[in-house]
């Protein structure tokens, strides 16, 4: 079974959104969920050739790349716990991607741009949302 990891440059420094993105992570650990911590001393372009290095499908996020609802993330991390490789989903230094970046996919959270620390801690509940509509429960109102 696939394994889905959430990779962060750096710790969160935000006390309330460390707290956020802890109580998600551990809701979906259990899930199949895993989180990587990266050190945020790495430049973008190191951050870049240690995702080269990752076996598996490697995703970035990206206010340029592709967006869906809920439900249909759901339906992809659905995929995604089934194949046989891991698919790496990876926050990006607050500087931004490195231009070595364009092999990789991209999805997008929004349109807008949020700080990294955020980002992560609205990736992580909407892989709990998704996992939570997976099994039927009423934590998504839609």
Known sequence: MGRIVVHLHGKTKQR?????????????????????YHSERLSPGAYIEVLHQLKGRVILLDESGEMSTSASFAQQVKKWTV??????????????WHSQSEAFERFSLSKMTFPHELAGVMLIEQL???????????YHKA
Do not use: N, W
Not at 16 to 36: I, N
């Open 16 to 36: 309330d959104l460390e707290r956020l993105f802890s109580m998600y992570g551990e809701r979906v650990a259990s899930r199949g969920v895993k989180v990587q």
């Open 83 to 96: 194949e046989r490789e891991s698919t790496h989903l990876v926050i990006g230094p607050a500087e931004g």
């Open 128 to 138: 709990y949302r998704a996992t939570e509509i997976l099994r039927g429960s009423d």
